[in-house]
């Protein structure tokens, strides 16, 4: 079923789906940046005590922020924008399968079950789209690059998070949980 609403809706609308998820990924890098930039912080203000350096990092901290907003405005818009196209789409298509029924077929239904099929029926497909693209792009993307930050930044605790510790934190057999 996936595979049909990527290739049936996603295929057609792929161009604007990549941006949106380039806005993702700057997105991500400027939430990993923020952390990264922290050692930077602290070391100009309790070790070199240098006020403008702290200024300077405030600054580009703002403008990353300002970088960050601006990325998830602009690729939440832009899903918005391609959710309701394919909302559209269906609902026209949705709507001209009824016009192809007998009027047995509106006299065995009421109005209202026609309404809400159309509604739910056609953001259906948009809803699954944008949870799959959003997965992948903000959250993915941004556990990435968090990742990055943390191995360049201490290899060393990098490797006992990730190799050591595992091994260390397993309960034995007979604990039962």
């Known amino acids: 079923l996936v595979r049909r609403l990527l290739t049936e809706y996603g295929l057609t609308r792929w161009k604007r ?3 949106a998820f380039a806005l993702m ?3 991500a890098a400027c939430t990993a940046i923020t952390p990264y930039m922290i050692r930077n912080l602290v070391n100009e203000a309790y070790v070199a005590k240098n006020f403008p350096g702290v200024v300077e990092i405030a600054v580009l901290t703002f403008c990353l922020f300002v970088i960050r907003g601006l990325s998830n405005y602009g690729h939440a818009v832009i899903l918005l924008r391609i959710g309701n196209s394919i909302v ?3 609902q026209r298509r949705m ?4 016009l192809q029924q007998n009027i047995g077929f509106f006299a065995d239904h009421h109005s209202s079950e026609f309404a809400a099929r159309l509604t739910a029926g056609a953001q259906a497909a948009t809803q ?3 949870l799959l693209i959003t997965s992948l792009g903000r959250d993915l993307l941004t556990l990435i690059a968090l990742l990055i930050v943390l191995i360049t930044q201490d ?3 990098s490797l006992v998070a990730f190799v050591i510790a595992p091994h ?3 309960l034995p057999s007979w604990v039962g949980l």
């Open 155 to 157: 290899p060393i605790m």
């Open 25 to 27: 990924g700057l997105g």
């Open 17 to 19: 789906y990549a941006f």
């Open 168 to 170: 260390v934190l397993r």
């Open 128 to 130: 699954v789209l944008n």
């Open 88 to 90: 559209a789409e269906n």
């Open 95 to 98: 709507f001209g399968g009824l």
